[in-house]
C-alpha cells in the first residue's frame, strides 16, 4: 500500500512557474512507477509525465515537453513537477499515481497505475 500526497499548487501567472510534489508514504517506493496527471475544467483526466523506476526513463506529453520536468528523490520517497513558462491551457487538477506493473506503452493510462493522491490544484491566469 502507498499513499500519496500532492502539494504545491496555486495560481500563477501566465509565464509563471510552479513546483509540485509527492511525498509517497510507503515502503519500496523506489521500485514504483510514477506519473504525474492532470484533469482541467471540464476535461477528461490527460498524461503528463512519469518516471520509470526500472530504466529510470522520464517520458512527457508532448503539451508539456520542454516546459515540464520531473525529478526524483528516492532517498525522500518524493517525486517533483517543476512547472515553467505556463499557459492557461495548464489550468488543472494535478495528481501523482504510482504503479508497479507498467511497461512504456501504458505509461500514458490511468487505469494502469495502483495508487493515486487527493490532487492540488494549479490554476493560470492571462
Known amino acids: 500500500q502507498v499513499e500519496l500526497t500532492e502539494s504545491g499548487g496555486g495560481l500563477v501567472q501566465a509565464g509563471g512557474s510552479l513546483r509540485l510534489s509527492c511525498v509517497a508514504d510507503g515502503r519500496a517506493f523506489s521500485r514504483y512507477t510514477v506519473a504525474w496527471f492532470r484533469q482541467g475544467p471540464g476535461k477528461e483526466r490527460e498524461f503528463v509525465a512519469a518516471h520509470k523506476w526500472n530504466d529510470g526513463s522520464t517520458h512527457y506529453a508532448d503539451s508539456v515537453k520542454g516546459r515540464f520536468t520531473f525529478s526524483r528523490n528516492n532517498a525522500k520517497n518524493t517525486v517533483n513537477l517543476q512547472m515553467n513558462s505556463l499557459e492557461p491551457e495548464d489550468t488543472a487538477i494535478y495528481y501523482c499515481?504510482?504503479?508497479?506493473?507498467?511497461?512504456?506503452?501504458?505509461?500514458?493510462?490511468?487505469?494502469?497505475?495502483?495508487?493515486w493522491g487527493q490532487g492540488t490544484q494549479v490554476t493560470v491566469s492571462s
Open positions: 499515481a504510482a504503479g508497479q506493473r507498467l511497461i512504456t506503452s501504458s505509461l500514458r493510462i490511468g487505469a494502469a497505475y495502483d495508487y
